[in-house]
Nanobody
Framework: QVQLVESGGGLVQPGGSLRLSCAVS????????MGWYRQAPGKQRELVAT???????NYADSVKGRFAISRDNAKNTVYLQMNSLKPEDTAVYYC????????????WGQGTQVTVSS
């Protein structure tokens, strides 16, 4: 049973920083992509950033230059360093682990709330 557990969310003032962590437990096969998505009230879930096993990264335009994704393959953990936070970054942030080729899998964490407000 694969489980993803996020931590690090909370309330922060505009311009502040937060670091999210997502620890993966269970058996994971092969190379994969880990990532962060977010969903604000009344909006669809959207991609924030992804990182492949080899280190290639991808970011949403709205967070480029402010957020940084990293992973520790030995610890099966992915991180999201969020700087210069804005009120529009307020959302529930979800960790994702996926492999899009055989054997495929796609797992989600339970989500962690990030609120940016003065």
């Amino acid at each position: 049973q694969v489980q993803l557990v996020e931590s690090g969310g909370g309330l922060v003032q505009p311009g502040g920083s937060l670091r999210l962590s997502c620890a993966v437990s269970g058996s994971i096969f092969g190379s994969n992509t880990m990532g962060w998505y977010r969903q604000a009230p009344g909006k669809q879930r959207e991609l924030v950033a992804t990182i492949a096993s080899g280190g290639n990264t991808n970011y949403a335009d709205s967070v480029k230059g402010r957020f940084a994704i990293s992973r520790d393959n030995a610890k099966n953990t992915v991180y999201l360093q969020m700087n210069s936070l804005k009120p529009e970054d307020t959302a529930v942030y979800y960790c994702n682990l996926q492999r899009t080729y055989l054997p495929r899998y796609n797992y989600w964490g339970q989500g962690t709330q990030v609120t940016v407000s003065s």
